[in-house]
């Protein structure tokens, strides 16, 4: 029989380690000594402990581990399936966040952009005709919708929010969103947008939206939401 720290030197774990799976039942030690609380612990109790760490090394939780320490390997198996598949995801999407970080590192930019999808919308809306990004100014209040594949330098077409208007549903989209940042003006954040778009390999995929909101306390956001589908091989930050 051993006492808690040579078992922990020859397992190479720590005393507070095989504590805590005292505690909550993963490993008991073979007896207690009433009087002095020393703990001991046998070869059986050693053998349980490197199989504990075993499946901790394969990624499986100390919960799990409780559950499958005496289970048929036909179970742990079965729960390393699920787990593989959990990390999968997990290191896609860490992988996805060390892109997102070293391409906003690349570029100077104010905006946060972001992948997702939204529901259907039905508006209501008076058809215009803009010459130039800066007119959309006058609609400030409101929602404005552009159609076009890049920002232009001539003029396009837009509408805007308008009770009594034409009907409009835009379908469920995937879409980029982003807020523009108070000290950012909405063309630049377009222009920043658009840029992020072509070094994601993206493509527009139907009208921009651009929503002004006004909180209770009377200060504004301006959320862009641009519709993307897949447009070709991405561009890199510094093309």
């Not at 232009?152 to 009770?163: E, L």
């Not at 006004?214 to 862009?224: E, I, N």
């Amino acid at each position: 029989m051993w006492r808690i720290g040579q078992v922990a030197r020859m397992a190479g774990v720590s005393d507070r380690t095989l504590r805590h799976y005292d505690k909550i039942g993963l490993l008991r030690p073979a007896a207690v000594d009433r009087a002095t609380g020393y703990r001991w612990y046998g070869a059986a109790e050693l053998t349980r402990l490197e199989r504990v760490r075993g499946l901790r090394r394969l990624g499986l939780s100390l919960r799990q581990i409780a559950e499958l320490v005496d289970a048929p390997d036909a179970h742990v198996r079965q729960a390393l399936t699920e787990t593989v598949d959990v990390l999968r995801r997990d290191i896609a999407a860490l992988s996805e966040a060390v892109a997102a970080a070293e391409d906003h590192l690349a570029v100077e930019t104010a905006i946060l952009p972001r992948r997702t999808t939204v529901a259907a919308r039905r508006l209501r809306v008076r058809r215009v005709e803009v010459g130039h990004p800066s007119e959309l100014g006058a609609w400030c209040s409101t929602t404005v919708l552009t159609w076009l594949e890049d920002l232009p330098a001539n003029g396009f077409p837009a509408a805007v929010a308008a009770d009594g208007g034409e009907p409009l549903t835009l379908p469920e989209r995937t879409v980029v969103r982003a807020v523009v940042p108070p000290a950012s003006g909405v063309v630049r954040a377009g222009r920043e947008l658009f840029d992020w778009l072509r070094r994601h390999g993206l493509a527009i995929g139907g009208p921009t939206v651009e929503d002004h909101l006004t909180d209770a306390d009377g200060v504004t956001a301006t959320v862009l939401e641009i519709p993307v589908r897949p447009g070709g091989p991405r561009v890199s930050a510094g093309a």
